[in-house]
């Protein structure tokens, strides 16, 4: 479906769950434990309904994200049944992959093949330190675990902070020289208290880009495979097996060309990262609107959607979302 400014609205990122089993230090989740209830946060049949209500609208492309996914029990039962959900071409998972050793084998068996991993550093106190208590080696393990199931793409998100991570840049290029993975830097965001008061830590994509380009020939990928495709600027590593890409969200906003809505845990339907305007679907579901209606307020959330957020380089220690981005769902 169009929205207001002709974009093609066709991708929702679905958090499950704003519990999560590591403390970012840019995201920050209360000790790891959720601060809703059970009955707060949306049921696997509700998140079901929805996705299959924006299937018929002309969504295409899911991601699943938290939190962290994989510690809401029957996730991979869930997956499965999202994945027989006629007309939706593609999903995917966003995880910290801790526990993808345990469940790689059986979410690819369910039919996601395409992952995210987040790792912020490939230093074992510096991930130790920035996740707020987190064992490296388990993502590690997780990672062969995904290689080893078959997944294709593995993308490794890696939020740059200055002064902490920015050093490993070149380290993490030479990752994708060795594996065949996509490694996506992402400039740090202004979201909630967590690291608005933080503006020294932001590096800017083009920053992170010419370090690299001293080092190592990048040859641009241009153009979309898929119509639902992200923002990322993506670049081969010559004499490489992967590739790199940006998310400036930040420096050079994308928001001319976002695709994108984000359903919460509890059932807010947010119609852009940034800003504060959500839809309540949990309401409507819990006392059992029509599929009319259902559809409705998808419809009118897409119209609400604005033609672009007020950060930038020079105003991101300004303004702030309220929600922590564990809560939004990344």
């Given at each position: 479906?169009?929205d207001?400014?002709?974009?093609?609205?066709?991708?929702l990122?679905?958090?499950?769950?704003?519990r999560?089993?590591?403390?970012?230090t840019y995201?920050?989740?209360k000790?790891?434990?959720?601060?809703?209830g059970?009955?707060?946060i949306l049921r696997?049949e509700?998140?079901?309904?929805v996705?299959?209500q924006a299937?018929?609208?002309?969504?295409i492309?899911?991601?699943?994200?938290?939190?962290?996914?994989?510690?809401r029990?029957?996730f991979?039962?869930f997956?499965a049944?999202?994945k027989?959900?006629?007309?939706?071409?593609?999903?995917?998972?966003t995880?910290?992959g801790?526990?993808?050793?345990?469940?790689a084998?059986g979410?690819?068996?369910?039919?996601?093949?395409?992952i995210?991993?987040s790792?912020?550093s490939?230093?074992?106190q510096?991930?130790f330190?920035?996740?707020?208590g987190?064992?490296i080696?388990?993502v590690?393990r997780?990672?062969?675990?995904a290689?080893k199931?078959?997944?294709?793409?593995?993308?490794?998100?890696?939020?740059v902070?200055?002064?902490f991570?920015d050093?490993e840049?070149l380290k993490f290029?030479?990752?994708?020289m060795?594996?065949?993975?996509?490694i996506?830097?992402?400039e740090?965001m202004?979201i909630s208290?967590?690291?608005?008061?933080?503006?020294?830590?932001?590096?800017a994509?083009?920053?992170?880009?010419?370090?690299?380009?001293?080092?190592?020939e990048l040859?641009p990928?241009?153009?979309?495979?898929?119509k639902?495709d992200g923002?990322?600027?993506?670049?081969?590593?010559?004499?490489?097996?992967?590739?790199i890409?940006?998310?400036?969200?930040?420096?050079?906003?994308?928001?001319?060309?976002?695709?994108?809505?984000?359903l919460?845990?509890?059932?807010?339907?947010?119609?852009?990262l940034?800003k504060?305007?959500?839809?309540?679907?949990?309401?409507?579901?819990?006392?059992?609107?029509?599929?009319?209606?259902?559809?409705?307020?998808?419809?009118?959330?897409?119209?609400?959607?604005p033609?672009?957020?007020?950060?930038?380089c020079t105003d991101r220690h300004?303004?702030?979302?309220?929600?922590?981005?564990s809560?939004?769902?990344g």
């Open positions: 479906m169009l207001k400014y002709d974009r093609d609205i066709n991708y990122r679905v958090s499950i769950t704003d999560c089993n590591l403390r970012c995201c920050r989740p000790e790891g434990f959720s601060l809703k059970h009955d707060d696997y509700e998140i079901l309904r996705v299959s299937v018929k609208m002309g969504f492309k899911v991601r699943l994200t938290g939190g962290e996914p994989l510690v029990r029957g991979v039962e997956a049944a999202m027989k959900i006629q007309g939706l071409q593609d999903i995917s998972l995880t910290n801790i526990l993808l050793d345990k469940y084998q979410i690819f068996n369910a039919g996601i093949s395409r995210n991993i790792l912020d490939l230093d074992e510096k991930y330190q920035v996740t707020g987190g064992n080696h388990d590690f997780g990672i062969a675990a290689e199931a078959g997944f294709d793409p593995i993308k490794i998100n890696t939020v902070l200055k002064g991570n050093d840049v290029v030479e990752l994708a060795n594996k065949p993975f996509q996506r830097f992402i740090i202004p208290e967590v690291n608005i008061s933080q503006p020294q830590s932001f590096l994509a083009d920053q992170m880009l010419n370090i690299i380009g001293k080092h190592f040859e990928i241009n153009g979309k495979k898929h639902s923002p990322a600027k993506i670049f081969k590593v010559k004499g490489g097996r992967g590739e890409g940006f998310i400036n969200s930040v420096s050079n906003h994308f928001c001319a060309t976002c695709n994108r809505m984000r919460t845990a509890d059932g807010k339907l947010r119609v852009c940034l504060e305007e959500e839809l309540d679907l949990k309401e409507a579901l819990r006392r059992h609107c029509s599929d009319d209606e259902l559809v409705g307020l998808i419809r009118r959330a897409i119209l609400l959607k033609a672009k957020h007020d950060i930038d300004l303004k702030k979302c309220l929600r922590d981005m809560d939004i769902g």
